[in-house]
């Protein structure tokens, strides 16, 4: 048998063994299955808040250091197409571009597919000299042919979007992302009661933020396809959220009113209920986009295309994240800081603080008893022996012990008949 010191932490060292024998072990593929709250999400907020707030930070220093790669559309310039032969390369018509007007231009990338395959240049703004002068020179050099199959110098086209435009375009598009998260948020706040409209605004911007951040620190252009695609992405997460929220409201129905569980426990419950749905929600949600990201890089060359991949692809991710890992942690908070979760949360842990110290108590009484036990029964027996020798043992000289030696004198009684 174990020798036991009896120490307050021997017993909850003992209690948290007995507590794990007891509770079946799940491998993580079946708890993320089941959804059982074998994940802690809520519990560990912290470390999710930290890196959140390490991506939001990495963000927030790419867009202020880097900036971002605004496309034509919305920085202004030239863009000069024209017909890709098949001996035609980028590196070439750069090569043209720089020795006809002195610089290199913006970007040079091949777009399409087959027939419909054109070599197209972005650069600052070009006035007519510049634009006669270009148009010449890739000639000269090439020879597009049009439609008819003939070398024709109108193959290549040129089209100039004056800074203007491009500032308009920027304007609007700003105006409709306010427009939309602010529709957003009215909604979020009928929906939902108000700590879970902050959480979901909270989670809305973390996607935004980050979404950005990771288009200014890879360096891809942004488009109205880009804005069109981030709307989109925000109207994902806003349905994740939605979702997410919806069951932690299933599962706090009535929490208030008992006390086995807390607020967030059933909160840590809910997102792992929903876990696996936006895991198979994002998987499903980014093949289409993969494929689409494939067909429109290596097949067709449309960058619009493009553009509309990336951030739906980045924004999902990141999306499915934020729903789980920084909105419900977020909720949780909100609830405990102040108000009856709060109140609740120190009425329950108190009442097992004090469970657990009673039970602590009886195990401590029970080892206590089992080991003093044998002495206590092996006193009792020499106790119980030294009374029958005083009773009926020998004559002891001196009122002291039995003389040495001594035989029982005591009186036999006889036998009644």
Known sequence: MRKSSGTALDIDSELDFESDRSTPQHSVFERLYTGTGGFEIVGRRKFFYALSALFVVIAIASIAIKGFTLGIDFAGGSRIQLPAADNVTTSQVEEVYKSALGHDPVTVQKVGSGAAAAIQIRSESLDDQQSTTLTNALYEAFQPKDKNGQPNPNAISVAEISETWGGQITQKALIALAVFVALTMVYIAIRFER???????????????????????????????AVIGLLTILG??????????DKVEENTQGVLHLRKHTYAEKANLAANQTLMRSINTTIIGILPIIGMLVVAVWLLGVGTLKDLALVQLVGMIVGAYSSIFFAVPLLVSIKERFGPVAEHTRKVMARRSGAASARAGEVGAQRAGAASRPSFEKSASFDGFAAGRESHGPRTRDGGGPRPGARPSGKRHKRRH
């Not at 700590?195 to 950005?212: K, P, W």
């Not at 994902?236 to 929220?245: E, G, H, I, R, T």
Request: hydrophobic share 60%; net charge negative.
């Open 195 to 225: 700590d879970m409209s902050i959480a979901a605004i909270g989670s809305l911007f973390f996607n935004l933020v980050v979404t950005a951040g990771i288009y200014s620190l890879v360096g891809f252009e942004v488009t109205p396809a």
């Open 236 to 245: 994902f997460v806003l349905y994740d959220n939605v979702v997410v929220f």
